[in-house]
């Protein structure tokens, strides 16, 4: 599958990677100051964002896209950072094809299994009718049925669009996300271990991995880990924290 990209600055490749119901655009501010350092590539996953959509979505086709999108761009060994779902592609791309990355990157996510709880957001964007819909303010009033926290309803409305005709559509396909869920909560495993440098950044106010996730899953499965937690953060640690993710994520891929 061709995947969606934008890419910008010059320097070491550096691909990000978002997580379940984003965009690249999640990862903009933050992108452009690696630019200065690095050759940044956003991406969009399938079924996300300007990326195609699929009937099929589990971690080694998530990875086998990325891995296509790093050939079609020439990049022998780009680092690779992810976000909560784009974490565990990251994880197991490394898996699969260590030889085809330098560094890795994760941000809150553990390799483990999650039990459902994106259940309120699937209902709530499949309970949504775009048909006559004129503003984005009907949409919003329609997802606040279901979802209070107006900072999710605007996350989630970062993904509606116009089409030629004036109309609003979903650039995320929700229905194969709803069907494929189970395989995007799943965890990530494999038979051999990635051996080369890995960072995980944890939220400290986010439950996403917790101790027995760093001495369990995290350091079975990559060798040569270290563990960063920012403390006030929670799992948009990119946003509520550029900072400190800037300043961990280079001095990490400089050494």
């Known amino acids: 599958m061709k995947l969606h990209y934008k890419e910008m600055g010059h320097g070491q490749p550096l691909l990000i990677l978002h997580g379940l119901f984003g965009t690249l655009d999640n990862w903009q501010t933050l992108a452009n100051r690696f630019a200065e350092h690095y050759n940044v590539f956003l991406v969009d996953l399938r079924n996300h964002g300007r990326s195609p959509h699929a009937d099929e979505q589990d971690y080694d086709l998530m990875a086998a896209d990325v891995l296509e999108l ?11 950072m992810g976000h909560s779902m784009g974490g565990k592609v990251a994880m197991k791309y490394a898996l699969n ?30 309970a949504v009718k775009l048909e006559g819909v004129t503003s984005r303010s009907d949409i919003d009033a329609q ?19 116009r089409k030629e005709d004036k109309s609003f559509a979903w650039r995320m396909n929700i229905d194969a996300l709803a069907n494929n869920y189970d395989n995007i909560s799943a965890a990530i495993t494999a038979d051999v271990p990635f051996k080369k440098s890995t ?35 929670g799992h948009w640690v990119h946003a509520q924290a550029p900072d400190k993710v800037y300043d961990l994520v280079t001095t990490f891929l400089e050494h």
């Open 70 to 80: 790093v050939d079609a761009l020439q990049i022998p060994t780009p680092a690779i």
């Open 97 to 126: 094809y260590p030889t085809r990355i330098t560094k890795l990157i994760v941000v809150d996510i553990a390799p483990k299994a999650y039990p459902p709880h994106h259940d309120e957001i699937i209902d709530a964007l499949q």
């Open 143 to 161: 997802l606040s049925e279901h979802i209070k926290e107006e900072y999710v309803r605007l996350f989630l409305m970062k993904n509606l669009y």
């Open 199 to 233: 960072l995980f950044i944890k939220g400290g106010k986010s439950n996403y991995i917790k101790p027995e996730d760093v001495y369990g899953s995290i350091e079975r499965l990559f060798t040569l880990v270290e563990v960063e937690t920012i403390p006030e953060a």
